[in-house]
Nanobody
Framework: QVQLVESGGGLVQAGDSVRLSCAAS????????LAWFRQAPGKERELVAA????????YYHHSVTGRFFISRDRPGQTLYLRLNSLEPEDTAVYYC????????????????WGQGTQVTVSS
C-alpha cells in the first residue's frame, strides 16, 4: 500500500537534461524528509540530493552541486530531481527515498525506497 514510484529516466546525451519524478501513495509526503540516491553498476548506493520535510532545507552531493536541483510540490505527493549538464559518470539507477528522520536519511537508511529509474548518459 505504501509505495514510491520513480519515472523520467532514459537514454540521454552528455550535456542534456532530464527531470525525474517520484510519486508517493499510502503515506503523507508532507510528513517526510525526501531524497534521491543513485547506484552505478558495481558501486555502492550514494546520496545525491535531499530536501527536508518543510521544503526549506536541501543537501547536494559535491559532484552534482550547481547541476542538479531537488524540489517537491508540498503539500503534494511528488518529488522531483532536475539533472542538468549530464555527464557519462552520472549514469546510474536513481532511487527516491523517504524518512521521518533527517539523520537516518543522510546516512542512507530511509524507511522507504522506490524501485529506481535508469539514467544512461552517452558521450
Amino acid at each position: 500500500q505504501v509505495q514510491l514510484v520513480e519515472s523520467g529516466g532514459g537514454l540521454v546525451q552528455a550535456g542534456d537534461s532530464v527531470r525525474l519524478s517520484c510519486a508517493a501513495s499510502g503515506l503523507a509526503f508532507v510528513d517526510y524528509n525526501l531524497a534521491w540516491f543513485r547506484q552505478a553498476p558495481g558501486k555502492e548506493r550514494e546520496l545525491v540530493a535531499a530536501i527536508d520535510w518543510a521544503g526549506t532545507g536541501t543537501y547536494y552531493h559535491h559532484s552534482v552541486t550547481g547541476r542538479f536541483f531537488i524540489s517537491r510540490d508540498r503539500p503534494g505527493q511528488t518529488l522531483y530531481l532536475r539533472l542538468n549538464s549530464l555527464e557519462p559518470e552520472d549514469t546510474a539507477v536513481y532511487y527516491c527515498a523517504a524518512s521521518d528522520n533527517w539523520g537516518r536519511l543522510m546516512g542512507g537508511r530511509p524507511e522507504l525506497w522506490g524501485q529506481g529509474t535508469q539514467v544512461t548518459v552517452s558521450s
